[in-house]
């Protein structure tokens, strides 16, 4: 009888414990796993399919999992750092479970894993190009001529011009791109501002910091950018328009120059047909003089 409690507690706990699995999300990684002979799988389909059953089963049970990306060099590195053994099931574990608290992570919903896959993927490279962003603003230093610091500076700037974009915007849901061609790529970020029914706007904290980084940097480097917003509202035309990054603010584009920069795939350079419903405009004003005031570092 004793036995049957034990067990019966452990379906309990496990059902209570919030777990995190780690994903092998492409075919590159999941061979560099293979060289552990712990790793069991030989098919990345089948391992997949197999995720995709236990994510299932676990939600039936009414456990919340959490999905991780797995990458392997992070793995070797957290294990040489840490001492661990890699071939040893208990340390992906240990792994996988730091992943929950710092790495890209999506909430499995029931929704099919060739649904989560790219979401998660998304999620990792909001992330990386965040820490990268950070990075470079935090390594800008000083300002030679007032001592003030440089990535801090820029990033208030930023957050200065977010909240004048979106304060300019008309009433709906806005949708920002902000691209900053930064070396040695472009980076590129994005915001979802969508409003409720008494108006207020509600913002993704952490999809709102990584896009004031991306900003900041593009202020801070003088790097060529721009940003693109689109405002949607129901029983109205959807409008598009956008800004240049010039020095430490932005220039309004023309509506033609907003229609070329939306109607231009960004990696192929191809044109895509502009959308008939939507309206391709002139940017608000954002309520400050054009050439801001403070340094010109």
Not at 131 to 137: G, H, M, N, P
Not at 247 to 268: H, K, M, R, S
């Amino acid at each position: 009888m004793a036995h049957t409690d034990h067990q019966t507690l452990r379906r309990v706990l496990r059902r209570e414990i919030a777990g995190t699995i780690g994903l092998l999300t492409d075919e590159h990684d999941f061979r560099a796993m293979r060289r552990y002979r712990s790793f069991t799988f030989d098919d990345h389909q089948i391992y997949l399919r197999q995720v995709e059953a236990l994510l299932k089963t676990r939600a039936s049970q009414g456990s919340h999992t959490t999905v991780a990306l797995f990458d392997p060099q992070e793995y070797a590195d957290y294990c040489a750092e840490t001492g661990l053994d890699p071939d040893i099931p208990s340390s992906r574990t240990r792994f996988t479970a730091e992943l929950a608290t710092t790495g890209p992570t999506v909430p499995y919903q029931g929704q099919p894993l060739a649904d989560l896959v790219p979401v998660l993927v998304d999620e990792a490279v909001r992330q990386a190009t965040w820490e990268y962003a950070s990075t470079l603003l935090g390594r800008l230093g000083t300002c030679a001529s007032c001592g003030e610091d440089i990535g801090r500076a820029a990033f208030t700037r930023a957050s200065d011009l977010l909240v004048r974009i979106l304060d300019t915007a008309g009433p709906g849901n806005r949708h920002l791109v902000c691209s900053v061609s930064a070396i040695p790529e472009t980076l590129l970020a994005v915001l979802h501002a969508d409003q409720d029914d008494e108006g207020a706007l509600r913002l993704d904290e952490a999809e709102a910091l990584e896009f004031t980084t991306v900003l900041a940097l593009g202020i801070a480097t003088k790097s060529p950018g721009g940003l693109v917003m689109r405002t949607s509202a129901p029983g109205t035309t959807d409008r598009v328009y956008g800004w240049r990054l010039r020095g430490e603010g932005l220039t309004p584009l023309t509506a033609g120059e907003v229609f070329d920069a939306y109607c231009t795939d960004i990696e192929t350079g191809d044109l895509i047909s502009p959308e008939s419903d939507v309206d391709y405009c002139v940017p608000p004003d954002l309520g400050e003089e054009r050439e801001t005031g403070g340094h010109h570092h």
